[in-house]
Every structure is written in C-alpha cells, then in structure tokens.
C-alpha cells in the first residue's frame, strides 16, 4: 500500500468513523428521549449553514483552533499539557486588567495585550515546565494543579485589583466585570470583507478578526514544526527521547521550551472573545475552552488543517444546536456528540492503525513469497 | 517474582524510623502537630480551631475527597492512571441524586455507585482492551459525563416536581445517623449516655480539649455513609495487601509482563480495579448528594475528583496515606466555611510548624534546607501578623499548591506504581 494511501485511510476513516458512531449514540440518546433524530439533525443542518450560523461558527472555532494549537505543541514532544484551560482564564483575566489600564496607539495597544496574555500564560505552564526537569514531577499531574490554582488565583486577582469599583456610589446589583478596555485595544472585525463579498450581516453580529491570528498561528505552527530545526528536536524528542538526547538535543531545555510555547499559545485564547466581543472580563467569560482543545487536537490529530476541522465541527455543533430548542428538543444532545467522538476517535484512530499494520504485515509476507521458515506475520507486527 | 507485598517500601533508614516503630512515630507526630494546634487555639483565641463543630465539618469534607482518592488508589495500584476520577464523580452525583428522589436514599447510594462503575468501566475497556492513552481517555470521560448528566438533566429532571436542567429534587428518605454512647453522648437503647469528650472540650484545656473535641466531632452524629467510607480505608489496604486478589491487581500495576508469565490474568485485574475505582468515586459523589446537598445540582463536584488524585498521590498510592491526605484537605476546606480567624491562625500554625522544621533540620546539621524553611516560617509569621483575615481564594487553592510542593519536595519518599500509565499489550514482552 502505497504512504498516500495509507495516510489517507488512517487518518480519513478514524474520524469518520468516530464521528458515525457518535451520531448513532446521541441519535439513540434522542430516540430515547421521545425526539427523532431525523428532525433533529435536519433541523441542525438547516440553521447551521446559514450565514448567521457560519460567521458564529468561525467565531467559536477561533479560540478552540488556538486551544488545540497550544494542547499540540506539547504532543508533539510527548507532553500533555492539561494547563491550557488554567492558563487561558488567568492570561485573559491578567491580559484584560492590563488593556484596560493603559491606552495607547491601536495596533501597539493590541500587540501590548496580547504580549501579556502570552506571557502569563507562558510563564504559567513553564512552571510545569521547570518541575518537570528540576523536580521530576509529570507534567499532567502538575498542570492539574495549577489549573485549580490558576482559577484562585486570577478569581483573587479580579475580586481585589481588577474589577471594576462602584463609582458614582449608584445604587443596584452591579455585575463584577474588569473595566472596559478602550477602542484602541479592540480587535477589528472583518465585515467589511464579509460585505465585500455581498453578504448582509444581522446587526449585533460580527466576524472576528482574530480568525486571522488563528490562522497565523496555525501556519507558523506547521513551518516551526516541520520546518525547524526546533521542530525537528520537538519531534525527535516526542518519539524517541533517548535517541534524540545521544543525539544532541538537551532534553531539558526542549521540555521547558515545549511548555512555555505551549502556554503562550494557551494564552491567546481567551482574547478572541475578549478584543472581539466582550471587551471586558466578566464572571460569566467561557470557560472549558481548554478542555475541549484537547478534544479537538485528538480529533485533528495535531495536524494543523485536521484541527481547524475539528475546531470548525465543534463550532458548528454548538451553534447549530441553538435551534433544537425550539423544536423541544435539548440541545445538550450535542454535548454527548463532542464527548462520545472523543473517545471514540481515539478508539478509531488505534483500531484502523492497527488494521492497517496488519494488512501490511499480510501483503509483505505475499511479497515474500511462502517461505516456511519466520513466525505469522500478523502476529509479529503487532 | 520481584513484587512481594514488603519488596515495595526500599529498606532506606531515615532519622524518623530510628526513632522506633512505625505507628509511634506517627502518634507522635500527631500529638506535636495537635500541641500545636492547641498553642494556637490559645494564642489566637479561636475555638473554632479544634471545635468539634469543625472537625465534623471536616469529615464530611474529607469523605468524597478520601474516597474519589481510595477510587484512584485501586486504578493506580493496577497501573491504570485516572484522570476520569472527576468524571465518574459526576456520574455518581447525578444517579445518586435522581435515584435517591425517585426509589429511595439508600437506592440513590445504589446507582451512584454504578454510575460511577460505569464511568469506570467505560475508561477500563478503552485503555486495557484498546489500548487508548490513559489521561486521553480520562479527559474524555470528564468531558462526555459532563454531557452526559446535563443531557440526562433536561430530559430526566425538568419534568419531576422541584427538579430542573441543572439539580435534581429533594432525595427521599435518610442515611440515618449516629453517636458513639458514652464518649460522644449516643444513645443506648433509649437512654441517653454521658458525653465525656463534649464535657472535656467544654473545659477549654490545653491539648486535651483539643483532642476531645476533634474526636467528638468525628464519633458524633457520623452518618452510616461516612461510617462505611471510614471502614473502607483498612478495607482498602487489607484487600490490595493481605488478600491473593489484592496481591494480583497490585503485580499488574508493578510489573504486568511478570505477572503475566505467573499466569495472572492481567486483563481482569486492570478491569476490576479501574471498575472499582469508578465505584468508589460515584459513591464519593453520592456522598455529596446525600450528606452535603440533598440534592443533585451541576457542578457539584467542584473539582473534588482532581483532589481525591493529589491526596493519593499525597498519601503515597497508600491508603492510610491517601486518607490523611484527604483529612488534611477537608480540615482546611471546613475551616474556611466556619471560621476565618481559625484560617488565619493556621498561618502562625504553619509559622510553628517550620520552626520545628528548622529545629529539626539544625540537629541533622543541614544549614541549607534550615534556611529555606526558616524564611517560609518567618514568612507566613509575617502575613499572620500584618492581616487580620485570609482570602477564600488561598484556602481553595491550598490542597493543590501542597501537592505540588510535596511532589517537588519529597519525590524521593513518592513511589507510584512501576508499570503505572504504562500501555500492556498481552503477549507482547514476547
């Protein structure tokens, strides 16, 4: 079988398949329920593609598509960076106190926050990072921690330093929220290139420019990956440490690089929403961001076009199915979709791997012609 | 073969096992850390320190946090990592909530426990059948429970009486509860005993008041569920290390080639203890349905899943350890809900506690780490004296910052299990 082939096989069928089934599960969730699955997935397909629904989707796959970017760079050396979700929500809390503290020229005031956002989150993974070689403590286990310590921490920093005072001593429930940041700090959006093409947006909503980021990211993810020479000790490392290290590459600077890469990516995620939409940080910011850019990594299988497909279904199932609601039917059906395909992805990715090594253990043998002597082919590959 | 149930702890002689035997020792130090505690109390003025008010509180903290690590203890001894303990927890919650509305308390601590055998289950098939990594898998199943329950929420609870998308109704019925008579004032056949720890505490002396209110609180009022994740720590550790079972599922987690060629079946071991590990967290999330809440609601676990792995890691993928990793949490956590000037007090509390350090540290004549915990003690004195309260936030945040100072600290006292994470695939050490 020719690489092509094969890389096609594996890396197409797995998802698919995954993906089947997971329909087939939340379809029988829903049979359950007393829904049809029919008018359900329909009914998704229907309000999903229209314009609104694409530009919504675009705009909730940009910070899933950094997510998985960040969860990435640590797979690619063997690391599981579990931090992400920690390092986001303290970069955005930290990033969006900073941008609202200072004004400056647009594209500085920008770059400034996002400089800090990158730079909290960095610093906070390479924690992890510096344990990991200092202390020899795994780096799941101590991103765990500082996830929970993160959420204190920047929930601390918000309460007392970042929010915003009461001033004018009005009276009535007012939300916490970090003060706004200035116009100058906002990232613009892109409807002027949505209207060059001749689509109407509905008022209220807008395409964020920050997909442009993503898709810089993305990109620069690819070339310093695959084009480096970083990116090949990154690889090296992740599939054979010890042969890498005979080889040169200091393993220990590698790992608190991986993870601090991996952290300033973290960072950027929060600030879609924030320099796109909110401008401000509040109690109610989206959290679990993290989490489920490890789902879509797995999904994407690290590469950078299967992640921004990842990213991409995952935006789309959550916007979708802002419909079912009207039809009666809960929504959260999709939540089942994203855990079951997760699993099952994994599970895919394994069992058609294995499949294939098998086939190939089989044709090699052919190749080889019936020679007696060698143990069964198809229990020697595996 | 290499794993016997003594080849696991390394024969290496500190300053601490000179002292003379194990249990001790330990007493010891429990007494030194209680005489401390006693001197803040008196310092600092704040009864709620010791209160048996507080250590009930703590208990009932304490119980999901022990048993979600108990849970882990049993994946991890057959070298299963669980990271999918939080998700299983969910499980329970939710099972033990709608079932305790719909059949029954006693029903609901039934079907948490499946559910979370089935979170378990689902986690044990992926990794040992499929060979999925284990912290992928477990991520997975944190994700799908949570979906899974907020699904089963709107479909399930929003059409029960005082249900709704996110909290289930009242559970029925009651765990029942009880006092040890005579010590803690129970009951004997209708009559009603002395309270001699309640009459100790009420004197306020030095240490004894202490002690006795600590115990009162933890032999007083103890609901039966709390009672059976207390008898589940011994259990825990005479089943993995007295029992041929036990001996087993822990060889796996060792070294599973070995154990394979001993004709053990390595598959089954992996199963069962990752299926009992999912028990365990779903009664640990039943736990808060039933004695925090009375009630399902999202969200509820809170993180205690994460918690109950750092106790176990924190107690050494031991039980006794994993239960006192727990306790020490759940102190904490109750002291933040009862008291802030007790919280504060632990400050001076952790102040006295490095200053033994120091002392300990000087005698073995190890200037460097002295130092180090000098200036943490003089540090926290510091805080203690220049504030006057403590932020919620550092209270929630300290079970996990001690983790990873322990991990930073003591990983040559940590020992997980060898074959721990580590993928098997039978047949293949060839």
Redesign the interface.
């Known amino acids: 079988m020719s690489k092509w082939r094969r890389l096609l096989l594996v890396n197409l069928t797995a998802p698919v398949a995954a993906l089947v089934f997971a329909f087939a599960v939340s379809s029988i ?1 829903l049979l359950i ?1 007393g829904n049809s699955p029919i008018t359900a997935f329909a009914r998704m397909w229907e309000f999903g593609t229209r314009l609104d629904s694409i530009v919504s989707m675009v705009n909730k796959a940009v910070p899933l598509y950094l997510s998985a970017l960040a969860v990435a760079i640590g797979f690619k050396m063997g690391l ?1 960076n ?1 931090g992400v979700e920690g390092q986001y929500r303290l970069a955005a809390v930290v990033a969006a106190a900073a941008g609202a503290a200072v004004t400056l020229p647009a594209p500085l005031h920008i770059l400034l926050i996002i400089a800090v956002a990158m730079a909290v989150g960095g610093v906070w993974s390479g924690i992890a990072g510096l ?1 990991k070689v200092t ?3 795994h780096e ?3 991103t ?3 996830n ?2 993160a959420f ?2 920047g ?2 920093l918000f ?2 330093y970042f929010r915003e005072r009461a001033e004018e001593g009005g009276a009535g429930v007012q939300i916490p929220k970090t003060p706004e940041i200035p116009e100058s700090g906002r990232f613009p959006s892109l409807n002027p290139l949505v209207e060059a093409f001749g689509f109407e947006l509905r008022p209220g909503l807008s395409l964020q420019g920050f997909v442009i980021i993503a898709i810089i990211v993305g990109i620069l993810y690819w070339l310093v990956v695959n084009r480096t020479r970083f990116g090949f000790d990154l690889r090296a490392s992740g599939i054979n440490a010890p042969a890498a290290q005979a080889s040169g590459v200091n393993a220990k600077r590698m790992v608190v690089r991986a993870m601090v890469l991996s952290g300033a990516v973290a960072g950027l995620v929060g600030l879609s929403p924030l320099l796109g939409f909110f401008y401000r940080y509040t109690l109610d910011f989206e959290t679990g961001l993290g ?2 850019g ?2 879509v990594a ?1 999904l994407g299988r690290n590469h950078p076009a299967g992640m921004a497909l990842g990213a991409l279904l995952f935006g789309f199932l959550s916007r979708s199915s802002q419909i079912l609601d009207l039809e009666g039917i ?1 929504p ?2 999709v ?2 979709v ?3 395909v ?2 099952s992805v ?2 895919a990715y ?2 058609v791997e294995r499949m294939v090594r098998r086939q190939e253990a089989r044709a090699a043998s052919q190749v080889m012609g019936d020679q007696p002597q060698g143990p069964a082919p198809a229990e020697a590959a ?1 | 073969m290499s794993v016997s149930p003594d080849a696991v702890s390394p024969p290496r002689r500190s300053l601490l096992d000179r002292l003379g035997p194990r249990w001790a020792v330990l007493l010891l130090g429990a007494a030194v850390v209680l005489a401390i505690l006693s001197t803040v109390r008196l310092i600092t003025d704040s009864q709620a320190l010791t209160s048996s008010g507080t250590a009930a509180a703590a208990l009932r903290l304490a119980v999901p946090i022990g048993l979600a690590g108990l849970g882990g203890l049993y994946s991890e001894r057959a070298g299963v990592v669980n990271i999918g303990l939080e998700g299983m927890m969910i499980l329970g919650t939710w099972f033990g909530g709608w079932a305790g509305f719909e059949f029954g308390v006693w029903w609901g601590v039934a079907f948490g426990v499946l559910g979370g055998a089935l979170g378990g289950l689902l986690h044990s098939i992926a990794t040992v059948n499929f060979g999925v990594d284990h912290i992928v898998s477990g991520v997975a199943i944190n994700i799908l429970a949570a979906g899974v329950t907020r699904f089963l929420s709107v479909v399930v609870l929003t059409d029960l009486p005082g249900g709704g998308a996110t909290q289930s109704p009242s559970v029925t019925g009651d765990i029942g509860s009880a006092s040890v008579p005579v010590l803690a004032g129970g009951d004997i056949f209708g009559w009603r005993s002395p309270d001699v720890l309640g009459a100790i505490e009420d004197s306020g002396v030095f240490f004894f008041a202490d002690l006795a209110g600590l115990l009162r609180g933890v032999l007083g009022g103890l609901s039966w569920l709390a009672v059976i994740a207390l008898a589940l720590v011994p259990f825990t550790w005479w089943f993995l290390w007295r029992t041929p079972i036990g001996l087993r599922l822990r060889s796996v987690g060792e070294n599973p080639y070995a154990a394979e060629s001993l004709g053990v079946r390595v598959y089954t071991m992996k199963h069962l203890g990752v299926i009992v590990s999912g028990a365990l967290a779903g009664l640990g999330g039943v736990f808060l349905v039933v004695e925090s809440a009375g009630i399902y609601k999202e969200g509820q676990t809170a993180g205690r899943g994460f918690i109950g792995l750092a106790a176990m890691i924190f107690g050494n993928w031991k039980p006794t350890g994993t239960a006192m990793g727990a306790g020490v949490f759940g102190f904490a956590d109750a002291l933040q809900l009862r008291s802030n000037d007790a919280v504060h007090g632990l400050l001076l509390f952790i102040a006295l506690l490095a200053a033994l350090g120091v002392f300990g540290f000087l005698i073995r004549r190890r200037l460097t780490p002295a130092g180090i915990m000098a200036l943490m003690g003089g540090g926290f004195l510091l805080w203690f004296l220049q504030t006057d309260s403590v932020p919620n936030e550092f209270i929630a945040m300290t079970p996990y910052v001690v983790t990873l100072l322990v991990l930073a600290f003591a990983t040559q006292r940590l020992r997980m299990p060898a074959a721990d994470g580590l993928q098997y695939r039978k047949g293949e050490s060839g």
Do not use: C, D, H
């Open positions: 969730a329920s599981f579990i344990l202390r020899g403590v799941v286990i101590s765990i921690m500082l929970f310590i204190n921490l929930a601390y309460s007392n989490f489920t490890i789902a797995l809960p959260e059906v939540v089942i994203q855990g079951v997760v699993l994994v599970v394994e069992v595996t």
